[in-house]
């Protein structure tokens, strides 16, 4: 069994950061492609943010040159940093990946999620 555990979340102001994490833990082989996602109350869950094994990203125009995606292949993590955060970026954040188990199934997993608030 896989698991997503999200980290970081929390009440900030806006023009504040924060980072969130993502830790992969169980019977994990690999991880492929890993994803940020978010969805407020009354959207749709939107793409924030994607990051391939090889490090390459890309994020969702709202929010270009304020928020960075990275990983670390050696722990299994994911993060977001999250610069200059808005009220509109108010919202449940959720780890999503493609993962290998070590029994060379394939899953798409996904957190519990973590809650965003930025308050102007």
């Known amino acids: 069994q896989v698991q997503l555990v999200e980290s970081g979340g929390g009440l900030v102001q806006a023009g504040e950061y924060l980072t969130l994490s993502c830790a992969a833990s169980g019977s994990v082989l690999r991880l492929n492609d890993m994803r940020w996602y978010r969805q407020a109350p009354g959207n749709q869950r939107e793409l924030v943010a994607a990051?391939?094994?090889?490090?390459?990203?890309n994020y969702a125009d709202s929010v270009k040159g304020r928020f960075t995606i990275s990983r670390d292949n050696g722990k299994n993590m994911v993060y977001l940093q999250m610069n200059s955060l808005r009220r509109e970026d108010t919202a449940v954040y959720y780890c999503?990946?493609?993962?290998?188990?070590?029994?060379?199934?394939?899953?798409?997993?996904w957190g519990q999620g973590t809650q965003v608030t930025v308050s102007s």
């Open positions: 990051v391939t094994r090889d490090g390459n990203t």
């Open positions: 999503n990946a493609d993962v290998i188990a070590t029994t060379f199934r394939h899953f798409d997993t």
